[in-house]
């Protein structure tokens, strides 16, 4: 059904168009007086050369608007995601700090790394060498 319709819309736009083709030729005749059309003296190399310059600088146009795109669109998606990436270490470390400190005491390490820190004055390493 859908296709049908999509090739209802392209029929009713190629009868429109011829439509308002034949309207407007046949105003511009009354109205035009019969003015022939005249010819230009182009050869179609010339015609040729015109067609590929204008297609070149079009594609040089379009070409220099991605790049300016692509160039702003970079530095909007890195700024947006080092933002979020901030925002959501802000959000989710107090979580995770509770989780380990929770974990640590558990087992148990949490007590012997705040006593070493502690007894050892902080000269110390846990190798037990000094620390420098």
């Not at 296709?3 to 308002?20: D, P, S």
């Not at 590929?52 to 795109?69: D, E, F, K, R, W």
């Amino acid at each position: 059904m859908r296709k049908l319709y999509e090739l209802l819309k392209i029929a009713i736009g190629v009868v429109v168009g011829a439509g308002l083709v034949v309207f407007l030729n046949v105003n511009l005749h009354l109205f035009n007086s019969g003015a022939a059309v005249q010819t230009v003296g182009m050869s179609y190399a010339d015609l040729a050369a015109i067609n590929l310059t204008v297609a070149t600088v079009v594609l040089g146009a379009v070409a220099l608007i991605v790049g300016v795109v692509a160039i702003f669109g970079f530095q909007i998606i890195r700024s947006e995601s080092v933002s979020n990436a901030e925002k959501r270490v802000l959000e989710e470390m107090p979580e995770i700090l509770r989780r380990e400190l929770g974990q640590m005491e558990k087992n148990g390490q949490l007590t012997s790394a705040l006593e070493r820190a502690i007894y050892s004055g902080g000269l110390e390493d846990d190798d037990g060498g000094t620390a420098s």
